[in-house]
């Protein structure tokens, strides 16, 4: 037997209500072809499907589209409020009253017709089902260049660490009603929300179907160099959530490495200039501290923004001061012992950083809420 047969079968059998959300935002092109793709896939497997179109007020003539195809099953709802892609998909996924829930694009990218698939593998121990371009068997469009690729690719591995998935920026994924409204704290930023969904709703097994991924052939694509920025800000706050202080630690060193470039770069220019050495180090030493407090205060400890600057920077030149010292009498007294310089020199830099770390975590940029 086919798979569409089995699936068939399986569908008439259980006939479960699906909800398909569409974020849409000046798809006016594609909705009438989207919504004649889906009513093919309703109409041959007997489905008791809804589709709800999120439009972030897109003012091109999608309402009236819709209103005149005249069908029960397709309604625009036009938000106006928290206009973005994941808050659409998010109020899409909140005013749905049916069993499945299925979030999908409206640009055709994807093919509507694979959706059955991944909601017949939804199950008890299944919590998302997800339409993956990069899992064996799937696909994108040929013309995709090195720089698209690339960039798809490095977006992919920066998301690695939260969720176990090929192709965790897809926009093509079911899931069941029950797991969605047991998920909370909700703060997406951007326009990945399955991360979000897979993170907040606590999904631990995700299975990925392989797609074919296609070019839009009719309007713009949203996403620009501005969301791909927020992707990185939503990453983060993700980061955070699920790592809580060992997040903090990780920007902590990243920060801390972008000043040790800093230091050696402005101690480079310093000597070039001819400004004498001794002087040289200690204008290179404070630049770097003054690096580092600023991306520590903007990033790794950002939730306490809201408390005194110059409190905090007293803070943590005093900290940064004893942890050199510590640095300094550990290195000491690893040589002594090991007559090793450079793996004394590496142990005392590491209880040198923990300290560091420690108090400016736990002391300078202490905070009894944590947001992100
Ligand atoms: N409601 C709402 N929908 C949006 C917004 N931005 C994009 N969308 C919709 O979200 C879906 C995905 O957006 P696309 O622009 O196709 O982005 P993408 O699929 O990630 O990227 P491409 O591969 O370039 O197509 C489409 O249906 C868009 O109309 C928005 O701000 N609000
Ligand atoms: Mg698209």
Redesign the pocket.
């Known amino acids: 037997m086919r798979a569409s047969a089995i699936l068939k079968s399986e569908f008439s059998s259980i006939c479960p209500s699906i909800t398909v959300v ?6 006016v092109e594609n909705i009438p072809r989207l919504v004649a793709r889906l009513q093919g896939v309703r109409d041959d497997f007997g489905l008791d499907l809804e589709l709800l179109l ?3 007020d897109s003012r091109d003539g999608s309402d009236k589209v819709v209103e005149t195809l005249m069908l029960p099953w397709v309604s625009l709802v036009t ?1 106006t409020t928290n ?3 994941s808050y ?1 998909v998010l109020d899409g996924l909140m005013r749905s009253q049916r069993d499945l829930l299925v979030v999908m ?3 055709l ?1 994807v093919p509507p017709e694979k959706f059955p698939e991944l909601v017949a593998l939804l199950g008890d121990n299944v919590h998302v089902v997800v339409g993956s371009r990069f899992t064996e068997g799937g696909s994108t469009a040929d013309d995709w260049g090195v720089p698209r690729w690339l960039n798809s690719r490095v977006a992919t591995l920066m998301a690695l660490p939260l969720a176990r998935l090929s192709d965790p920026m897809s ?1 093509f994924f079911a899931m069941r009603r029950s797991t969605f409204i047991a998920g909370q704290d909700f703060n997406p930023v951007g ?1 990945k929300i399955l991360l979000e969904l897979i993170l907040k709703c606590r999904c631990s097994h995700i299975v990925e179907v392989p797609i074919h991924f296609d070019n ?1 052939r009719f309007g713009k ?3 620009s160099f501005g969301e791909q920025l927020r992707y990185v800000q939503h990453l983060r706050r993700l980061y955070i959530y699920k790592y809580g202080t060992w997040s903090h630690l990780g920007q902590f060193l990243v920060v801390g490495i972008s000043g040790l470039i800093v230091n050696l770069l402005a101690l480079t220019l310093l000597l070039r200039l001819q400004v004498p050495g001794k002087l040289a180090v200690v204008i290179a030493i404070a630049v770097s501290m003054l690096w580092n407090f600023a991306f520590n205060r903007r990033f790794s400890f950002s939730y306490a923004r809201d408390q005194s600057i110059v409190g905090q920077l007293i803070g943590f030149v005093a900290a940064c001061s004893v942890g050199a010292v510590f640095n300094y009498f550990v290195t000491m007294g690893f040589w002594a012992v090991f007559s090793h310089k450079q793996f004394s020199a590496f142990i005392g830099v590491a209880v040198g950083t923990v300290f560091n770390f420690m108090s400016s975590r736990f002391v300078i940029f202490r905070s009894k809420y944590i947001r992100s």
């Open positions: 569409v974020p849409t935002y000046r798809e999120m439009d972030d938000r206009r973005s892609l659409a694009g409206a640009d990218s926009g326009y839009r694509s949203k996403l």
